[in-house]
């Protein structure tokens, strides 16, 4: 049998895996000793093991997908016994800019899983094209020094892939039958591999799995009962392309019943009633809507956190009507505004406010009917998460944000800080009910609590970390614009409606995410502090029932809580959703079927098994019925 021509690559291909593989598991371990504040000392070392183990079958598939255009480029020449020098770069290039955005990916979802306890998905990958705060945020204050390792660890990985390509990867001569054994070989590992292989199911098909494996998804990483594990053993550029994958269903991702049937179901416990309020808010001119940033309840006092870090939240939920067991929808800005704003539920397959409602009711929209002159107030630019384009056909009367504020604040993370922004908010309106307009109502979105901080160094005071300063300057500042309006006399009997967008994770608790305070401040409204069940979709009606407005034509997904009770509320949590009652959870994530129920306990959420008949069909009805809901645009 004659040698031909060949070229020898199993070696580069098998190396450069191996190293991929170690980087990965670093990026895993700095992870995880970044995010250790969610971690309990008895963790057991075999947690950590079983983290690697599983985050190993991610990283494979994820090596393997990139190896791809190379190996074959290589692996085709080998056979036919032609080298193309310009062939095999190509190849060599496309596999070396596939590996550096999967590192890209995995080194910034670091920083990602410690502010929000979730792992970056498709969409907060598009946040990226959406404006330069995302960029400002990655390269300002201390996140400079994260990007540029994290840049240099991306490119030292691919200088490595390129000198393991010089050296091992060399003409030779070979006879062909081997050149196709080897190849074949090759290809057949590859496909295992970038398959995955977890505990078959059926004990009919076992055999088969045991060679062929079973096809990998998201469930193999809900193992554990920290959070963090799970969001750890995942490959995070994995993670990105699954939820880009279901992305691209849009709204007919969700088909579980009828459409009759998921409506029926999922509406239950959304009988509001649709009258005004007989205790509605008589003297109520003007309303101030402050939509605070990251403002979990877990960080007041109130709900327990050891430092006294917002002493006006905790005083202000005393003398209001406030909400103890309220939920944000999703666990990002654009989730909370789109749900907050239009009353509809959040899915993260797709951007919440990447499309303009015009079949649900929306906040402007009702007001202005109502008379009321209406404002929005953002730090940044109007094109971050589409937030001015969401209102194109609702729009205020008047929109303000980063262009309408002194230059020098362009050149912060998030444009104008509170205190500058919400003096702003206050200026303008004392100047608007000056020329006559008697009813006004206004939205604040302040955005200091938000990394990266640019906060006054007199914050950084009583052993507060940074994220406990930017809570403490965000409440103050909160202080100084309730004083100013109510030192006016518009602002005596001005509605106070302080909500947060999403909550935050640095506490270690599972819902610390998605747990927000609502406060109703009014000198008419009776204080207490009300147990009732309630998400976003909740403010918008009940803020039209306290102020007088009879929203017979409303059309949203939420209920009056001053009026109305459940026992069941549905929000997301990053591609896993939640139902939660008194005392548990159903979680359930769609794309890999997987689904738990906790029960709430002194020492927190402890699972008490895998499936709920009930709560299943409930989720799904709320899946399929909130999509549609959600993306009838």
Known sequence: MKRQKTVSYWQFVLLAHLSALIAFAIIRSIQIAYCSVALKDNTPFSEYLECFGRGLVYDNHCSILALIPVTLVLGVQSIIGKESKLASKIGFWITAVIYFLEFAVCTANIVYVKYQFANINFEAVKALGQGTEVID???????????????????????????????????????????????????????????????????RIKKVQKYIGKPLDTSFAEYSEQLLFNLSAMNDFFYVVRSGAQSSKGKNVFKYMSPSKAKEIAMRYQNYPHEVDANCIKQNNHIILVLMEGMSAKVMKTFGYPKDITPFLDSIYAKSLSYSEFYSAGVITQKGMCSTFSSAPTFAHFHSMEKIPRRRTVISTAYRHEGYTTQFFIPHAPSFDNVFGFFAANPFEY?????????????????????????????????????????????????????????????????YSEEEAAVSYADAQLKMLYNLVRSTEWGKNALFVFVADHGRNYVSNMLASNHIPLIFNHPELEPRVDPTLGVQYDVLPTMLALTGVDYEDYLGYGVDLARSKRDTIFFSQGEKYILKTKDKLYIYTPESDFSEVRKETPEGFKSIGKHDSAFEKYMKANLQYGCKFATSN
């Open 137 to 203: 945020m990655m390269t300002s204050g201390t996140y400079i020094i994260a990007f540029i390792l994290s840049s240099a660890y991306c490119v030292g990985f691919v200088y490595l892939l390129y000198f393991l390509f010089k050296k091992f990867v060399k003409d030779g001569e070979q006879y062909r039958v081997v050149s196709i054994l080897v190849f074949i070989l090759i290809a057949l590992l590859m496909a295992v591999g970038i398959r995955g292989r977890c505990k078959p199911k059926e004990k």
């Open 399 to 463: 929109q303000y944000c980063e262009n309408d504020y002194p230059d020098k604040f362009g050149s912060l993370g998030w444009g104008a800080p509170d205190e500058f922004l919400f003096r702003f908010a206050f200026n303008k309106t004392d100047s608007l009910i000056s020329t006559g307009v008697k009813k006004t109502m206004s939205v604040v979105y302040g955005c200091s609590n938000h990394p990266p901080y640019t906060i006054p160094k007199e914050y950084y005071k009583k052993g």
